[in-house]
T-cell receptor, first 113, second 116 residues
Framework: KQEVTQIPAALSVPEGENLVLNCSFTDSAIYNLQWFRQDPGKGLTSLLL?????REQTSGRLNASLDKSSGRSTLYIAASQPGDSATYLC????????????FGSGTQLTVLP | GAGVSQSPRYKVAKRGQDVALRCDPI?????LFWYQQALGQGPEFLTY????????KSGLPSDRFFAERPEGSVSTLKIQRTQQEDSAVYLC??????????????FGNGTRLTVT
């Protein structure tokens, strides 16, 4: 059974810092890996999707990498801003799973002004 | 266009009551998912529809949970004889369907269910 772990569970940084969130998964037979953002009381917003054949994806100040063989992904946030404060969730989609996602428990990020 | 809409946003039920949670997916989206998110945890898969067909219900925690999508658009998740452990946020997600794999899922804001 696929298990997804996110470290750290919570992170607090001053505004302007670059930071890295980590995600690991136990079964490397994945179709893709996605990073989501969740604000309090809200649903999930997709940030980046990395296909299994890709190594990284970038969107603005966000860069996500994928190392399928080692079962790891990182989300890099450059020049963090208070508006980046949210919970960041990593999810993997197994091959042949018809888009069923297995999520980690998330990293709660606070960016201090 | 409008995103995935869920109602109600909040629901308080006494233990033993039945509840019904509604999801309106994005218009034209063939595939629809229900997830359950406990406090401080990531969402967990409950069930999946392609049009009106429920193709996977392996995540439903007990036979008290039932989901339907009779006309292939709006879906309802019903929980019978609610228990305190059912307290969670129930999230609905949709995506266009076949040919759109590797496009992200679109999630609603969820229904927060509290069983007292």
């Amino acid at each position: 059974k696929q298990e997804v772990t996110q470290i750290p569970a919570a992170l607090s940084v001053p505004e302007g810092e670059n930071l890295v969130l980590n995600c690991s998964f136990t079964d490397s037979a994945i179709y893709n890996l996605q990073w989501f953002r969740q604000d309090p009381g809200k649903g999930l917003t997709s940030l980046l999707l990395i296909q299994s054949s890709q190594r990284e994806q970038t969107s603005g100040r966000l860069n996500a990498s994928l190392d399928k063989s080692s079962g790891r992904s990182t989300l890099y946030i450059a020049a963090s801003q208070p508006g980046d404060s949210a919970t960041y969730l990593c999810a993997v989609e197994a091959s042949g799973s018809a888009r069923q996602l297995t999520f980690g428990s998330g990293t709660q990020l606070t960016v201090l002004p | 266009g409008a995103g995935v809409s869920q109602s109600p946003r909040y629901k308080v039920a006494k233990r033993g009551q039945d509840v019904a949670l509604r999801c309106d997916p994005i218009s034209g989206h063939v595939s629809l998912f229900w997830y359950q998110q406990a406090l401080g945890q990531g969402p967990e898969f409950l069930t999946y529809f392609q049009n009106e067909a429920q193709l996977d219900k392996s995540g439903l925690p007990s036979d008290r949970f039932f989901a339907e999508r009779p006309e292939g658009s709006v879906s309802t998740l019903k929980i019978q004889r609610t228990q305190q452990e059912d307290s969670a946020v129930y999230l609905c997600a949709s995506f266009p369907g076949q040919g759109f794999y590797n496009s992200p899922l679109h999630f609603g804001n969820g229904t927060r269910l509290t069983v007292t």
